[in-house]
């Protein structure tokens, strides 16, 4: 596995949204300060430390612990109309007619 890999060992148990939560881990671990309080990112090129990148990982930490609500049981699940013809994978589009055909060629 690579060092970037979500499914990190010291991940919380309260975790509930992982690949937020590892990504997030990942963002900070890029992001610490050096001695001079400065990022030692390359990507900040000086920026004071904490820098917006590692804010916003924070904010992504907490983000992946908040509990996600469950919809109600009896909550309806809303479907696109049915005379819709632009929705879901089957319509009675048919594609315009063409004067010349497209050509297919090699890459």
């Known amino acids: ?23 997030s881990a990942a ?5 610490q300060p050096d001695d001079d309080r400065i990022c030692v990112s390359p990507s900040c090129v000086g920026a004071a430390w904490p820098c917006a990148a590692w804010n916003n990982a924070q904010e992504g930490l907490r983000a992946a612990r908040v509990p996600r609500p469950a919809p109600p049981a009896d909550a309806p699940i809303a479907e696109p109309p049915r ?4 929705t879901g994978w ?3 589009l048919v594609p315009a007619h063409r004067a010349k055909p497209l050509a297919v060629t090699a890459a």
Do not use: N, Q
Not at 3 to 19: Q, Y
Not at 27 to 31: C, G, L, N, T
């Open 1 to 23: 596995m690579s060092e970037a890999s979500t499914d990190r060992a010291d991940r919380p148990a309260e975790v509930t949204d992982p690949l937020l939560w590892g990504l």
């Open 27 to 31: 963002v900070a671990d890029a992001h």
């Open 83 to 86: 005379d819709d013809p632009l």
């Open 90 to 92: 089957s319509t009675d």
